[in-house]
């Protein structure tokens, strides 16, 4: 059987702001040297037209990448398969920022957890999780977080800025180095909200699964996790690659989720549910429900009936993740005993959930969220 995906005309990208055919001639060049990633504010699209506005040949693009995501390079200086005044126009308009690995906590499950400083002193946190040939990279999408849902120590301390798609691969770049070890699973699951910051996302994700090199990440292998922005969720049914979608729904009662992710108040759940509904029948894969389980909050029987209302007859697999308290919020995980409810009626009407085990729980203190949610199912 052909799949709605697999009829779709392949290398028809639409995420980037910079397709060559639409964006204006500089517009590469100045959104580098307006932001502070430099060049790696631009997304492979932005690469390739910033070449082109430079009278070089497509494929220096995928030169520039290579050097900047496979082989770190420092400096223009030494991508000496560029022409020499090509390096030289580079480095006297873009900066090529270098992040670092600023604190570094390791758990005693093998968990590792960086605090990635930029040039700009701006700071987000990436976690390392090993498992036995896999390596997975939970990276920040953003600086801070606008969205301010209540459970959220990102949500609570506000929004600093967006990352440009080289800042996210040099996550999962510095990650792997520090393993030293190859990256086989990516999730945008730390900070931030990938769909506030679609274009820089795809752009990331397309370098991660850029064929043939060392990154070469499986779509299916590289999960989004939104908080429920249903033009997010619209447009990456609509891009060609097989990338996972994750939705953090955490209650199916309006009042409840108005509560918990004010960020959402004005998306009502029939509309994100519609939303599923069609990303399901458009591309055939199954996204995650994200729950965390708040005692008294969101784990009543009434929720319960409610999230399975939601659930029946849509293809997804709920993650049931016991809430990871933050400091302030008074929020207290649920019982095992809920969570097994939670089960037992999904199950009951053939919708998969399961309870995710913390990782890194000794290393978590800062950020309340940077856990293991993702099912091994995805990968
Ligand atoms: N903004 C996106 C992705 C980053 S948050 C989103 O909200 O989906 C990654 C996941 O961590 C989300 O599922 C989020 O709801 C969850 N999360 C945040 N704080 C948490 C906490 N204290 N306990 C459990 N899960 C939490
Ligand atoms: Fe933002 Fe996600 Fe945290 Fe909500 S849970 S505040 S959307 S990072």
Redesign the pocket.
Known sequence: MTSARERKPSGNRTASHFDTDRAAPGAALSHAMGHPAGIKALDPAALEALVADLGQPRYRAGQLATWLYQRSAESFAEMTDLPAPLRAEFAEKIALPQPEIGERLESSDGARKYLVRFADGVSVETVGLPDGDRLTVCYSTQAG?A?G?A???TGQAGFTRNLGPGEMVDQVRLTGGDFGARVTNAV???Q???FANYEAVLGALRFLNAPKTELGIGARHLTV???GIVAGIRRLAEEPEQFTL?V?L?SAVQATRDRLMPGVRGIPLPQLRQALVDYVAETNRRPTL?Y?LIDGINDSDSEIGALAAFCRGLLVHVNL?P??P?PGSGFVRSSSERARAFVRALAAQGTEASIRVERGADIDAAC??L?Q?FSSADS
Do not use: D, L, W, Y
């Open positions: 977080c969205m849902c459970f959220c120590a945008a699951m730390g931030g909200e990938p996790s939104t908080c994750a953090s955490h994200e965390a993740i809430v990871n933050v309340g969220q856990k949610r």
